[in-house]
């Protein structure tokens, strides 16, 4: 069985808002070029989830760990 890492683990591991880690992640998505895995992933009206140490889940951290740097 595969480990699931749901977008609020990592919002309480890195301290950010899951509302506004949600719109991050949507912009991150749209911009198929920089973020190819984690395009592929997301599924409208599904939860932001993925499998665990998967390359969509690096991307994913990648754009939350640097709005949090910014803010």
Not at 4 to 9: D, F
Not at 15 to 24: L, M, T, V, Y
Request: aromatic share 2%; proline share 6%; hydrophobic share 35%.
């Amino acid at each position: 069985m595969t480990d699931i890492v749901t977008l609020k683990a990592i919002c309480e591991e890195l301290k950010i808002d899951p509302r506004e880690a949600r719109e991050r992640l949507r912009a991150a998505a749209s911009d198929t070029k920089a973020n190819p895995e984690l395009a592929k992933a997301r599924k409208p009206r599904t939860p932001w989830q993925w499998v665990k140490g998967s390359v969509a889940e690096k991307e994913a951290r990648k754009v939350l760990s640097s709005s949090t740097a910014s803010t």
